[in-house]
């Protein structure tokens, strides 16, 4: 037990000599995982078989010496000890080692590293005492980058176990890099510049820009409304010399819309050209919870292709006016018709009563509507409902000014207040139970 507390001390003791870079911006973890195959050198050739194992390390690059690494690290191995058979179980090695690598860039997804290390291994078989003693070794290591941060490794090696033997292996494994390192290679390498960057800036490609936009209070109750027409514009220009090709425009905002709305059908821009565009949306009924006007943060992304096949955005965020979902304008009164919710189950109840009074007064011979009107108002009195009028907020004032925004109660909540601030409720409710 103390000899493996040992090796753990001596891995402990690795990590917190790569500690420092650890925490240091831009410095990448590179976890390799690897199992292969060792055999004996020189006159322990007589003696051992050799035998199988797996590797676990992680590289850390030095800070300021990007293309040097500290890499500790675990090993499992087992071993025959004898060439001939003579019924002993095999040899374990467990081993805790840390060492240095460089690493070279070969291309571009291809590298090489040279790494020595050193640390202490564990010999113990079944029956017998075990033994820790030191080894030290070194080796080339060749890692082709597959896809992103995942890599293919193939590692050759040659290693000293003091006091037991020596052998070379040949391992291979992946490795996962974390942090922005290549993962070609367990250390970080300067990228390359690419040589079209310069052309490319001189063109003048990619450089659609937002001019201007303008943004509508949204009205809650009228949320439908803005799939097909305006909440508000955006002006975009083009300054590069090329032609913008394919430029769609979306607008979103987080807390109402499911999706961003593609404002309008690709276009082309020409060079030096602007355009202005109308922003749509296409609201959840979400928005109808807003019980108090608020202010959101809206999205508008400008997407095109360049002249040379690439793909370019532009964002801009923008601030929302929400009403509340009480809130319309008199410009136009038929709005008043969104208030009208015939199918509230609520509605409905109050609804049926009338109904089976009203069937009942037919008797009276007289019009309908009179009929209608009569059990409408003893309906809403056996409600206890009341108009209170707001100086503030009457209707006969409101309705002068186009641009005043107003609050109309929904059927349902002068039901549950039992009264109005607005006479265009009541017929709000009348229209709701169809009547």
């Not at 439908?224 to 955006?234: A, E, L, Q, S, W």
């Amino acid at each position: 037990m103390k000899k493996v507390r040992a090796l753990l001390f001596v891995f402990s003791l690795a990590l917190l000599c790569a500690f420092p870079s650890i925490g240091q911006e831009k410095a990448p973890l590179v976890f390799s995982l690897s199992a292969g195959t060792g055999l004996p050198l020189g006159i322990d050739a007589a003696i051992f078989k050799g035998g199988q194992g797996a590797r676990l390390e992680g590289s850390i690059p030095f800070v300021g010496f990007p293309r040097l690494a500290i890499v500790p690290g675990f090993s499992w191995f087992l071993l025959n000890p004898l060439k001939y058979d003579t019924g002993l179980d095999d040899l374990t090695l467990i081993e805790a080692h840390s060492g240095l690598e460089a690493g070279v860039q070969l291309f571009d997804r291809l590298a090489v590293n040279l790494f020595g290390e050193g640390g202490w291994y564990l010999a113990t078989m079944a029956g017998s005492d075990s033994a820790m003693n030191p080894y030290v070794g070194g080796g080339l290591d060749l890692g082709y980058q597959i896809a992103g941060p995942l890599s293919g490794r193939l590692v050759g090696a040659w290693r000293n176990y003091l006091g037991l033997y020596s052998e070379v292996s040949i391992m291979g494994g992946i490795s996962l890099a974390f942090g922005g390192s290549d993962p070609a290679t367990r250390t970080v390498l300067l990228p390359k510049k690419p040589k079209s960057l310069p052309q490319i800036a001189s063109a003048g490609i990619g450089s659609i820009k937002i001019s201007s936009s303008e943004l509508k209070p949204v009205f809650p109750i009228f949320y439908k409304f803005y799939d097909t027409n305006p909440v508000g514009t955006v002006t975009i220009s083009n300054p590069a010399k090329d032609l913008a090709k394919n430029v769609t425009v979306e607008f979103f905002v987080k807390q109402f819309m499911d999706n961003p709305k593609t404002c309008t059908e690709a276009f082309d821009l020409e060079a030096g050209a602007q355009k202005t565009v109308d922003l749509k949306a296409l609201f959840t009924d979400s928005i109808l919870t807003v019980s108090e006007g608020t202010k959101v943060s809206a999205n508008v992304t400008v997407k095109w292709d360049t002249a040379d096949g690439r793909q370019e955005s532009q964002q801009s965020v923008q601030t929302l006016t929400i009403y509340n979902r009480n809130a319309l304008t008199w410009d136009d009164d038929r709005r008043a018709a969104a208030f009208v919710t015939s199918k509230d189950p609520e509605i409905l109840r109050f609804a049926r009563n009338i109904m089976n009074v009203l069937t009942d007064t037919k008797r009276f011979n007289l019009p309908q509507g009179f009929l209608a009107g009569m059990v409408m108002h003893e309906a809403l009195a056996d409600y206890r409902i009341q108009y209170i009028k707001d100086p503030s907020t009457a209707y006969e004032i409101k309705s002068k000014d186009a641009a005043a925004v107003d609050f109309l109660q929904f059927p349902r909540q002068t039901l549950d207040y039992r009264g109005v601030t607005a006479t265009i409720s009541l017929p709000c409710i009348a229209r709701s139970c169809r009547l």
